[in-house]
């Protein structure tokens, strides 16, 4: 499984961004998907999860501000980030487990407040 995130960028507090994970293969319709971040310093922490079904949980700091989802026909999945803080800064990685754990390469998100 390769994973391929995109759509980080910088934004001032309050703003919105879309991050999207593209897999390859035919797994990723049958697979559980997640996000996961990573601030400076810090230990990498999980922020959601898409079963295959599309039920969704997410880490509560980001409660009622990202909203993540799939779409299988295009083996792509989606973070949707608004009224963004900046203890939201980091590395975003979107994450699979089959056998092993898969990850991206990550997508800087910077949040300016």
């Known amino acids: 499984v390769q994973l391929v995130e995109s759509g980080g960028g910088l934004v001032q507090a309050g703003g919105s961004l879309r991050l999207s994970c593209a897999a390859s293969?035919?797994?990723?319709?049958?697979?559980?998907m997640d996000w996961y971040r990573q601030a400076p310093g810090k230990q990498r922490e999980w922020v959601a999860r898409?079963?295959?079904?599309?039920?969704?949980t997410y880490t509560d700091s980001v409660k009622g501000r990202f909203t993540i989802s799939r779409d299988n026909a295009k083996n792509t999945m989606f973070l949707q980030m608004d009224n963004l803080k900046s203890e939201d800064t980091g590395v975003y990685y979107c994450?699979?487990?089959?056998?092993?754990?898969?990850w991206g390469q990550g997508t800087q998100v910077t949040v300016s407040s």
């Open positions: 293969g035919s797994l990723f319709k049958v697979l559980a």
């Open positions: 898409i079963t295959a079904g599309g039920a969704t």
């Open positions: 994450g699979a487990f089959f056998r092993a754990q898969y």
